[in-house]
């Protein structure tokens, strides 16, 4: 039974705990199962939720089992129900006869439920639960997350993969028709017309087998985790040596390296380019991931990785960095846009027998507008272990919301260090190029980011600016979703980031839930146009009122001095 008090116990954790959901279960040092179980587990309960809460109050099972717990009776459920080999404990254990002794009324609960959807399959079902859930969450019931396939030009080309791994997929023109009928497995895929070299196949298509995964000739890599790379190289790349600070656990390391063997092979006469890359992360654990991913991807002859390297920790000047002109910066974030893999899921409890009557401003949905973002991410808390609306919903007293885990200090601390991060890199003597990435949606830690380092001395002093829009690869500068200006706070106010229009275009956002089919993201391109004299202080800083930021990531959960951001002025 520890898998299940190990998933109530992950998804019960303090929300001010910081990584994402996937890293903390896999840092955890308390956890008794596998961490892939208690990840697996959870992901998949929270895909039926809506449909095991039914059946579930349906049954009646609560007010008959005093041992089970909502959230434990949704985990047992789910696989008892839809599980293999079923409730992954001993027959004699409590919860498992708890469950079991009414086997025949969920069962039956179960079978009334798929047929008041009219699904024939479980995989219809899965399908139309999934439209439920997106349409209660205001999103587009229609919206499809495909699985997105990148292929490794190191080790392959487009062309090859088409004739061999996709030699059976008929193609299509939208993500749409990728699914049809409930059918996530049916053999469709969508050239993406953003990013070269990357494919938009059905969502349950499973690659784990194939050949071409095995042996690194395709990625799997979210569509908007492509940007950065892209946007930092374009497809003609030959201005010098490459930086990935924040690399682990490879994925953009192993584009880069993707994008630049592409750029070689097919420029006549440019085959020696000498560009190489050097990727980095602070942590020894991740770095081992790191060097197994891009020894897979083939990409060990062009990057070298630096284990258990802290970026911050790095001397410009230092030798090995004096062809460094492009430099790729995707650090730590509150990971407030990662959809269902990273993120603390939702999840719809079941009505326990003490339960108490949910806050209706809390069982309100208010769908999110596009050009606002978000301000919560969900989780759970202990006290909610009883609610019987969402794991997400607010008591009627003034206990905050806990779909908000990461608290505005946190954020703020996050900021302050993605700042810290992006103005080091501007210092590297041959910088030409920077890209900068977070998978938020807060504005904090995005446009609220480039307006700080733009205000910064090291910005002003060596000529740093956003690269505009019709300076961006094709690819990108067709992407339709901007940055955004102004931001509603928890308070209801509104806060505004005081960057041009021109700038503001120059970011790019990724929305979840809309039809890209991607989660939330952000990137945005830093070009240097020369060493610049500055006299006195610019107007753009002065309306600004922003501080200069320095420190090192040591700094991060320490007071800082008084040039550390505290956040938007009222």
Request: charged share 30%.
């Amino acid at each position: 039974m520890s898998l299940y008090y190990d998933a109530v116990g992950v998804l019960t954790a303090p929300a001010s705990t910081g990584g994402s959901f996937k890293s903390r279960l896999y840092n955890s040092r308390t956890l008794k199962a596998s961490p892939a179980q208690v990840y697996a587990l959870v992901v998949e309960a929270a895909k039926w939720d809506i449909l095991l809460k039914e059946v579930i109050d349906n049954a009646g099972i609560l007010k008959l089992e005093p041992k089970l717990t909502p959230l434990l009776a949704l985990l047992l459920v789910h696989d008892h129900l839809l599980a293999k080999n079923g409730i992954a404990a001993t027959a004699t254990h409590p919860l498992r006869q708890a469950v079991e002794r009414h086997k025949i009324r969920l069962k039956a609960e179960f079978t009334k439920a798929r047929v008041r959807r009219s699904c024939a399959t479980i995989p219809e079902l899965k399908e139309a639960v999934r439209r439920e859930k997106l349409a209660s969450q205001g999103s587009s019931a229609s919206a499809v997350y495909p699985r997105w396939v990148r292929i490794n030009n190191v080790r392959t080309t487009m062309e090859d993969q088409l004739k061999t791994t996709f030699a059976s997929f008929q193609t299509v023109d939208t993500l749409d028709e990728l699914v049809v009928g409930g059918d996530e497995k049916q053999k469709r895929m969508r050239v993406d017309p953003h990013i070269p070299d990357l494919l938009a196949v059905a969502p349950g298509v499973d690659f784990s087998t194939s050949p071409a995964y095995k042996n690194g000739e395709i990625i799997l890599q979210d569509k908007a985790s492509c940007f950065p790379a892209y946007m930092l190289l374009g497809e003609d790349w030959e201005k010098g040596d490459l930086v990935d600070g924040c690399a682990a656990p490879g994925n953009k390391t192993t584009h880069m390296a993707s994008l630049l063997y592409k750029a070689r092979a097919n420029a006549t006469g440019r085959r020696n380019v000498s560009s190489k890359i050097i990727s980095m992360d602070a942590s020894a654990v991740r770095a081992k991931t790191l060097q197994k991913m891009v020894a897979t991807a083939g990409a060990d002859r062009l990057v070298t990785v630096l284990p258990g390297q802290d970026f911050l920790a790095l001397d410009p000047e230092d030798p090995r960095f004096e062809d460094a002109t492009g430099l790729l910066l995707d650090p730590s974030c509150s990971g407030s846009g990662i959809i269902g893999r990273d993120d603390v899921p939702t999840l719809i409890l079941p009505a326990g027998k003490s339960a108490p009557t949910p806050s209706k401003k809390g069982n309100q949905s208010k769908k999110r507008k596009r050009n606002e973002a978000s301000t919560a991410t969900p989780t759970a808390t202990q006290n909610q272990l009883q609610t019987p609306t969402s794991v997400s919903a607010t008591d009627e007293n003034d206990t905050p919301s806990t779909s908000e885990p990461m608290n505005t200090e946190r954020l703020l601390k996050l900021s302050n260090l993605q700042t810290r991060i992006v103005t080091h890199a501007l210092s590297f003597p041959a910088a030409t190029h920077i890209s900068y990435s977070t998978c938020s949606i807060h504005m904090i830690e995005n446009e609220a980011v480039v307006r700080r380092v733009l205000d910064s001395d090291v910005a002003r002093r060596r000529g740093w600016r956003v690269l505009r829009r019709d300076e961006q690869p094709a690819g990108l500068r067709n992407w339709e979703h901007r940055g955004i200006k102004t931001e509603e706070g928890k308070d209801g106010e509104r806060r505004e980031v005081g960057l041009s229009e021109e700038e503001l275009q120059g970011c790019l956002r990724c929305w979840p839930g809309d039809e890209e089919g991607t989660g939330g993201f952000f990137v945005v391109g830093f070009v240097r146009d020369g060493d610049c004299e500055i006299d006195g202080e610019d107007d753009a800083v002065k309306r600004r009122g922003n501080p200069t930021v320095s420190g090192s990531r040591e700094d991060e959960d320490e007071d800082q001095e008084d040039d550390e951001w505290e956040g938007f002025s009222d």
